[in-house]
């Protein structure tokens, strides 16, 4: 990727509309849009106000026809959301006339955009951190309140605040550290090794609490492994399109409809639930059928989640208790559903709360019981005591393992100064921690990490 070059996407969604937008965004920016718009008042685009729209014609370069008329912007640099600068195009909204546009700002010097890269050349130009960037790919994925929300303050760099906030408490301690190492005699060390101690147990204290929201962040955003299971016939693909709310499972009266595992993702309350639905478990001598319930036995040990489903309408059968046996001995979080409430409850019995962390009578039918399912999911895997609109939330996997290894140096620098250790080893595991903290928002991290991150991007953004 060649960040020097001035470069141009469709930024808005494939396919018809009222309007599209071409971004172009570089050096040549202003250069480029001159050669194919031709403002109404006669000036050159490249003489506007920064930030005035100016209506004008859109042109192939060396020819004199019109490809479409429509608005155009410029944003000076560092005024403009790549920091570079940029020409917004609006044009009318179909199919071929964006892409001639496209066409014609390609044809007078522009290179097509890579995926993610404006996104990209923001973040280079320190116009937003890694993770405010991460965010916003967040937030045009969002398919959630909770999700929208939780994109929206990771963009506000709450996220990113925080960990600068621990960096330079630890960079503060690392200074008076070095100090004393440099100057022995001098004394120009302001902290005594009790006050560092002190200082390092609150920084590790901050890094655990941030740490420790990425299990809201993660339920809400990347989503949490689900499974429903239970033998056939009990309502599991009802279950499924219920939480869906669509038909995408088959559901009949007919042992064995399900025969491998459906994949879906759903909201449920704020969660987000990575959903399977699965082979009913039973015995059979069909062979496909058992090859669904091998899979069934598969998707259930990499879940997080267990919705096991039981009819209520009838008393336990051996299939039953051979189910609440096997998630006993996964030692997965399962909620036990007792289904078809509507047609009466002969499952009474107390479920094990050692294996099900709640029992919840519900109807795929009507749709009761279902709230209090979003409501115990919520309770289990959301921290109700976290404002996922204003504190800071770790939601990827990526600032979470670097907020783990900050935690595990600052750690080692406890016990190296409590053991009393000369302070030149003690200041290893704080540089590590360092640069831990500085991964998390892109401080210091590789081209490669940068590179996975911005190519999930669409290419418009």
Not at 95 to 121: C, D
Not at 133 to 162: F, I, Q, T, V, Y
């Amino acid at each position: 990727m060649k960040l020097l070059d001035t470069i141009a996407a469709v930024s808005t969604p494939y396919g018809k509309g009222g309007v599209a937008m071409i971004r172009i965004s570089g050096a040549d920016a202003f250069c480029v849009a001159d050669k194919i718009f031709k403002a109404a008042n006669g000036k050159p685009l490249s003489d506007t106000e920064h930030g005035k729209m100016t209506y004008g014609e859109i042109f192939m370069p060396s020819e004199n026809i019109s490809i479409d008329d429509g608005m155009a912007v410029r944003f000076c640099a560092p005024r403009s959301f790549t920091g570079e600068d940029t020409v917004e195009i609006t044009c009318h909204g179909g199919i071929l006339v964006t892409r001639k546009v496209l066409s014609a700002v390609l044809a007078a010097g522009a290179r097509h955009a890579e995926a993610g890269e404006f996104t990209r050349r923001a973040y280079v130009s320190g116009k937003m951190k890694l993770t405010q960037a991460e965010a916003l790919g967040d937030m045009l994925e969002a398919d959630s309140e909770s999700r929208l929300l939780l994109a929206r303050n990771g963009m506000r760099g709450n996220l990113a605040k925080a960990a600068d906030k621990i960096y330079v408490s630890l960079r503060t301690v690392l200074a008076s550290m070095y100090a004393a190492i440099d100057f022995p005699d001098e004394d120009l060390a302001e902290m005594s090794r009790e006050e560092i101690s002190e200082a390092l147990c609150k920084a590790k204290a901050d890094i655990v609490k941030i740490a420790n929201t990425y299990r809201t962040g993660r339920a809400v955003n990347e989503g949490i492994a689900t499974v429903i299971c239970g033998r056939a016939n009990a309502g599991k693909s009802s279950v499924y399109n219920r939480i869906l709310g669509y038909d995408a499972a088959i559901v009949t009266d007919i042992e064995g409809t399900t025969r491998d595992v459906l994949r879906e993702k759903a909201t449920l309350g704020s969660a987000t639930l990575l959903l399977c639905d699965t082979a009913g478990l039973r015995k059979t001598d069909d062979v496909v059928e058992n090859i669904g319930i091998e899979r069934t036995l598969g998707v259930l040990n990499e879940a997080e989640l267990v919705l096991a489903v039981f009819d209520a309408s009838v008393p336990l059968t051996d299939e039953d208790r051979e189910l609440i046996d096997i998630i006993a001995n996964s030692k997965k979080t399962a909620i036990a559903l007792l289904n078809k409430t509507d047609r009466g409850a002969e499952t009474l019995v107390s479920l094990n709360k050692e294996v099900f962390a709640e029992v919840i009578h519900l109807s795929a039918l009507t749709g009761e019981g279902f709230d209090t399912l979003a409501k115990t999911v919520d309770s289990l895997f959301i921290d109700g005591s976290i404002d996922i609109s204003n504190d800071a939330i770790v939601t990827g996997a990526r600032q979470y393992a670097s907020l783990i290894c900050a935690a595990e140096a600052v750690t080692q620098s406890i016990e190296d100064i409590d053991a009393e250790l000369p302070l030149d080893l003690v200041s290893v595991g704080l540089e590590s921690a360092m640069a831990a903290l500085g991964e998390v928002d892109g401080r210091e991290i590789g081209e490669e990490v940068v590179s996975e991150i911005f190519s999930k991007f669409c290419v418009g953004k």
